[in-house]
């Protein structure tokens, strides 16, 4: 597709349960970051993938949460063990270039899956 | 005016007049700073950068004013539109750096 694409848009979870949120990024961006937003707030730094580099997973907030990304390409974030405050906007974005001087950061944002903890 | 709400900023324009979102950044080092637009449901949306070595850019109704003496960006949209509403962030970095440090955000309200 055109643009960074997120699945699913809406997922309700029971407390405890384990649920994966997926990312397809755009094709050739070499760069996947996941964000979490919780309701009227900013954006919250979870994880960055850059190409074959081992991941950046310094914004994870706990051990419950994990992240891969397979070929380089689609991302799945995991939370496992589900509490209610998970509950928020999991945003993933994409980036075709990262770093050197003139380079754009700009990242491109998918919709979000909005993430609900009963 | 401007008025800190219970979470973000708030800021409410007449449709037809100019809005001005303020931005204060935190590093001195930071040589590139991106404003995005979120729109309700939706994930943030680039609609403007400018490097350290300009003190204006302009676009289509928006124009972004970089002043690195104080650390501040603002965005400048003009003849504000009902399809404005959003909330805006302002995100900066460093050419080095992977990671954009993010505003907190501040939501504009066009009022009819």
């Known amino acids: 597709g055109a643009g960074v694409s997120q699945s699913p848009s809406n997922k309700v979870t029971e407390k405890g349960k384990d649920v994966e949120l997926r990312c397809d990024p755009i094709?050739?961006?070499?760069?996947l970051y996941w964000y979490r937003q919780s309701l009227g707030q900013g954006l919250e730094f979870l994880i960055y993938f850059q190409g074959n580099s081992a991941p950046d997973k310094s914004g994870l907030p706990s051990d419950r949460f994990s992240a891969e990304r397979t070929g380089g390409s689609v991302s799945t974030l995991t939370i496992q063990r589900t509490q209610q405050e998970d509950s928020a906007v999991y945003l993933c974005a994409s980036s075709p270039r990262i770093g050197g001087p003139g380079a754009k950061n700009i990242q491109y944002f998918g919709a979000g899956t909005r993430l609900s903890v009963l | 005016g401007e008025s800190v709400g219970l979470h973000l900023p708030t800021l409410s324009v007449q449709e037809g007049d100019n809005s001005i979102i303020n931005c204060a950044y935190s590093n001195s080092a930071s040589d590139y700073f991106i404003w995005y637009k979120q729109e309700s449901g939706k994930g943030p949306q680039f609609i403007i950068d400018i490097r350290s070595n300009m003190d204006k850019r302009q676009g289509q109704r928006v124009t972004v004013l970089l002043n690195k003496t104080v650390k501040h960006l603002s965005l400048q949209i003009a003849a504000t539109q009902p399809g404005d509403s959003a909330v805006y962030f302002c995100?900066?970095?460093?050419?080095?750096?992977?990671?954009?440090?993010w505003g907190a955000g501040t939501k504009l309200i066009i009022k009819p």
């Open positions: 995100a900066e970095t460093m050419d080095s750096n992977y990671q954009l440090i």
């Open positions: 094709s050739g961006h070499t760069a």
